[in-house]
């Protein structure tokens, strides 16, 4: 089969995306989970003792037998969708070619939703299955990044300016902890999800009553039948012709708030690049510019924050579905959902797959890290070396003036000449700071800047039984003990069974 580069293909199939959630949203696994829902509806009606003519057990062996749509049946689906208008009736024809003993039988008593929306809940579902335990591989990439640079002092920044010190492993866990939410919410979108089951036109099921002529027993049991052999362990109890587009907002609003974290994180690394503190992963013969060849973007990051902003918008695409919905069901839903609900799959799938190749390279420069630091930290250091003369028997309001003209001084020749910030020096050189000279250099030390954060990656990440004495953890139960002993984060991790495991970085297609 050629190439054909003369028509438009999504980036997300050329460029972005794997194969799995590709193949997931490819016609063949929805036309083919069409047939599957089509089998599981017949051999249900069959073992609840449905007579009718055709539905026998070998009429649904030949149904099973032509599961996968074949290539030629492509064409044959697409010359009845021109001839008819209607997608599902396309397929009926054709699956009844390949299955003629059942021809008569295949959808018997459903309406098409029970398809359309069948495959489409287990694409939700099959797709959130997929995502996971990618997300899943991304923190542990950082968890394992936050506990190599626990104890690493870099600037905190807010408002854009100098703050005080944090560590580079502690703006990791920032990270870490917002997109622990999304996989939070990931999996509660999944969990939460139902079979729409068999409920007919307008969701009463009437067609299936009068199939089991009045038993209300039988139909509800073929409802439990069918939404098992989908692999869900319940089905929505109320639904219109459809599901409630209410679902697709759920999943769709989770998804788009995955795409804020990615974008958010994404903008972060870009803007620590700008400082040259920290780089995502550049490979050897990358090129950063077609016209200034010195130049190292962070490529990598800019398209995950592009990327991460397309699938924030997924969630309004199906809120305003779900809002324009008409009592029972219009069909103003169907055309766009085609479109936004593979697409912010997918568009997951690329984040995902970018962000994971990211955190595997990050590479950050205490060079650079300690000459910025270096540059703010006099300032910073100024309340500590007014207590410590404080401490002496210096007034502390005399020590805060002259702290305060050095710094002015100091701050003077950084911005009107360029000059470095020599406020230790001039500190060093004022006979009014002889009693704590010797102490300079200890209270100059950025560790002592960073508070408790070495201790809050551990405890966040590793577990939290560090405060309790010995004799304190053994009055602890053994339930208490397997919580406590292992942190926020490696619990999370435990159960997709990738804690403390090496991945390889996830390859990006360009």
Not at 109 to 138: E, I, M, Q, W
Not at 141 to 167: C, E, N, W
Request: glycine letters at 6%; hydrophobic letters at 40%.
């Amino acid at each position: 089969m050629t190439e054909n580069y003369d028509v438009y293909e999504t980036p997300f199939n050329s460029r972005y995306c794997s194969k799995e959630m590709k193949e997931l949203f490819s016609p063949r696994n929805r036309f083919s989970t069409w047939r599957k829902l089509w089998v599981w509806l017949a051999e249900a009606e069959l073992e609840l003792g449905l007579q009718v003519e055709g539905l026998t057990k070998e009429s649904v062996d030949q149904m099973k037998e032509h599961i996968e749509i074949q290539n030629d049946e492509f064409l044959i689906a697409a010359e009845e969708e021109k001839r008819r208008r209607h997608d599902v009736m396309a397929h009926i024809h054709t699956f009844g070619i390949a299955a003629p003993k059942a021809a008569g039988i295949i959808h018997l008593g459903a309406t098409s939703c029970y398809v359309t929306d069948g495959a489409d809940l287990c694409f939700l579902r099959d797709g959130l299955n997929l995502l996971l335990p990618k997300l899943a591989a991304v923190i542990q990439k950082l968890r394992d990044f936050a506990i190599q640079y626990k104890d690493m002092p870099t600037l905190g920044y807010t408002h854009g300016q100098s703050a005080q010190l944090v560590t580079v492993g502690k703006r990791a866990c920032t990270w870490i902890q917002d997109l622990l939410m999304d996989l939070r919410n990931l999996e509660r979108a999944r969990d939460d999800l139902r079979f729409r089951g068999v409920k007919g036109t307008t969701g009463t099921q009437a067609s299936f009553l009068s199939l089991f002529k009045g038993n209300h027993s039988k139909v509800k049991e073929l409802d439990r039948l069918i939404t098992a052999k989908a692999g869900f362990k319940s089905a929505f109890p109320i639904t219109t012709q459809t599901y409630s587009r209410k679902v697709d907002v759920s999943i769709c609003q989770a998804l788009g708030s995955l795409g804020s974290t990615c974008e958010f994180i994404g903008t972060n690394i870009r803007l620590l690049a700008s400082f040259k503190e920290m780089e995502e992963p550049f490979e050897k013969d990358q090129t950063g510019s077609s016209a200034m060849a010195y130049k190292r973007n962070p490529m990598r990051s800019e398209r995950l924050c592009s990327l991460g902003r397309r699938l924030q918008n997924s969630a309004k695409d199906s809120m305003d579905t779900y809002a324009h919905q008409w009592l029972e069901r219009t069909l103003d839903d169907s055309a766009i959902r085609r479109i936004c609900i593979p697409e912010a799959y997918l568009c997951a799938d690329a984040c995902l797959i970018l962000l994971d190749n990211i955190c595997s390279g990050l590479v950050p420069y205490p060079a650079i890290i300690n000459s910025r630091i270096a540059q703010e930290l006099p300032f910073m250091t100024t309340e500590n070396i007014i207590m410590a003369l404080a401490a002496k028997g210096v007034s502390r309001q005399e020590a805060h003036e002259q702290i305060r003209v050095l710094s002015h001084e100091t701050t003077l020749v950084v911005k009107t000449e360029g000059g470095h910030n020599d406020l230790l020096d001039r500190i060093r050189r004022t006979v009014f700071f002889q009693p704590i000279i010797e102490e300079l250099d200890q209270l100059l030390d950025p560790k002592t800047f960073i508070g408790r954060a070495p201790q809050q990656v551990e405890d966040y990440i590793e577990g939290r039984l560090g405060p309790y004495t010995k004799a304190q953890r053994e009055e602890l139960s053994t339930e208490v003990l397997d919580e406590l002993n292992d942190g926020e984060v490696d619990m999370i991790l435990k159960r997709y069974k990738i804690a403390g495991e090496k991945a390889k970085a996830a390859e990006l297609h360009c």
